[in-house]
């Protein structure tokens, strides 16, 4: 949606004219839209249009767009083209639903709008004066609100918001006036026109507004056959429109109704259950907890194999689809550990699909965060061979070493019941079988990111002209991976013992985080601008804390039980 940012600015310097849009002044006060029940909206889904760079369905484009102007993946009961559709009906009527989102707190509070919420109605933030006084700072090109000096820096949380919500707005005008629906082909390598535009075809255009007609009176039968004929016919009109194409875009749509990310992460967490209760029953269920590991692998497949077709390039563009790849890496190397194996171990298996359903889990629930939606390349990644090899590479040394936090956190819970004498039995056992998981999974992790940052070095000298710069994202993949080689001396060395080791290899976790999340999203700065994004810094501060927490309490009761523990090392 980034393409609506000088639309955004315009439309901001003129809310009044905006707010036009409502026909409140002629009309009965509108009733509230609602979903048509029962009504088939597969061919509208299918309906091809452009944006965002790229060709895809109206499905997408509706996903995008809830996406964009709620922060969540849905609305409601609403089917997502069936909202594009009422929105372009009804304009006057979704002016007063609370459909845009405002964040950011301070963002809110500069705009006088009620805190305790975060949707608020377009009609709301159309008559804010803050909002228009903020938007013509900006077309001016001088001071901001956050700014009244015109210091040059790095933008605020606040100020993005700002931004993000004027787009937001512009969005939302552009989809009610039909400027947003790109629809209509015109000649080869150039831009679709949308249905607004100035000597667009007369007879695809009327086509389309027919079929919206049909669904703002209700009539079911003659919307579904005119979203049947509206899909042809831009199929005839679109140049170079093979059956191939149709294919591609019938995929994307099967890809959002299949959700198999989704899938993915409910048959590891399945699995999961399985393997602990088998480890609890004498090894039972192992076969249906591989079998719910193995499902949910090949959903994970499913899903790696569908973006892939839709996009042309490795999912690995985005926080998003390194997150899933981090996943699947997870649960790979751990299968490779189980079976490579003599003596086969649940525990890694139990903990790898716990590690890899919460990751999945974790993307699932924060869409505004990591964004989902398929978008193409930015330049300095149109390389696929460089973006394959060094960002894979570097993503599944993160898995390696989530696998190793992952261990690393059940051997301090197993000391945890370590009470000296009276410790269970086989429990010193149990801690260095663990340990020696998380020792080959370790080693996996730093062979992977020792590579991935060289290769990253290569691809800089070839896109940028110099090997290594001290890049923010640079010197924290270089901080991981020095801590790492520092912990794996030490244990081999001795310095360590189980106890140390297993520490250090869940507080080692907290560099990668700072590496893969921390630099895009805390601090924002440095060369890899690309992968920049806001949101979620609560969350990950609290995960890492507790980890922390942890950590330190195990270490605590350790040391307090150091007479039973006695020539241990730690």
Known sequence: MRHVDRFALLLALGLAAVAGVSRAEDAAPATRPEPREGWDFSEAERIPLQAGGRLKPMDSFGLETILFLTGRSSFGSWNSTELLLSLLSRPEAWQKERIIRVDHPEARRQLLLEESRALFAPEELFHSPVLM?????????????????????????RERELKKLLNRLGLFRSLVSGEAWTVIPVGPGEAWKSLAAEGAPGP??????????????????????????????????????????????????????????????????????????????????????????????????????????????????NMYESVIWVSFGAILFS?????????????????????????????????????????????????????MVHVLTITLGY????????????????????????????????INSVNQLSYRAMQIGVVLLAAGTILGGVWADYSWGRFWGW?????????????????????????????????????????????????????????????????????????????????????????RRSGELSGRKR
């Open 133 to 157: 006084q903020y938007a013509q700072s900006i077309e001016g090109g001088g001071a901001t609100l956050m700014d009244p000096r015109g210091a040059v820096g790095q933008e605020s949380a």
């Open 204 to 317: 695809l255009r009327e086509n389309f507004a027919n079929m919206v007609r049909a669904y703002h009176r209700g009539d079911r039968a003659s919307f579904e056959a005119g979203a049947l004929s509206v899909r042809a016919a831009i199929e005839s009109a679109a140049p170079g429109w093979t059956s191939s194409v149709r294919r591609l875009l019938g995929v994307e749509v099967v890809y959002h109704r299949l959700q198999p990310f989704r899938w993915a992460f409910l048959f590891y967490l399945a699995s999961c259950g399985l393997w602990i209760w088998g480890m609890y029953r004498s090894g039972r269920g192992a076969t249906f907890a591989m079998g719910a590991a193995l499902a949910g692998l090949l959903f994970h497949v499913a899903g790696f194999t569908m973006r892939i077709w839709i996009s042309g390039r490795a999912p690995v563009s």
């Open 471 to 559: 890049d923010p994202k640079e010197t924290w993949a270089l901080i991981a991976l020095l801590a790492y080689l520092a912990v794996l001396h030490a244990r081999f060395t001795g310095w360590v013992g189980p106890f140390g080791y297993a520490a250090w290899s869940v507080v080692c976790f907290l560099t990668v985080m700072m590496a893969w999340y921390g630099v895009n999203y805390v601090l924002g700065v440095g060369l890899h601008s690309y992968g920049f994004s806001t949101g979620g810094v609560g969350a990950v501060a609290g995960f890492c804390l507790a980890q922390m927490v942890f950590v330190l309490g195990v270490t605590v009761l350790v040391t």
């Open 335 to 387: 299968l490779i550990i189980y079976f490579v194996q003599k003596q086969k171990q649940a525990v890694l298996m139990a903990t790898s699909t716990a590690v890899s359903g919460i990751i999945l889990l974790a993307a699932d629930a924060s869409p505004a965060v990591m964004d989902p939606t398929i978008q193409p390349l930015v330049p300095v990644l149109r390389s696929n061979f460089w973006l």
């Open 399 to 430: 898995a390696a070493f989530a696998l190793t936090f992952g261990l690393g956190n059940v051997t301090l819970a197993h000391f945890l019941r370590y009470k000296g004498p009276g410790k269970p039995a086989g429990l010193d056992k149990k």
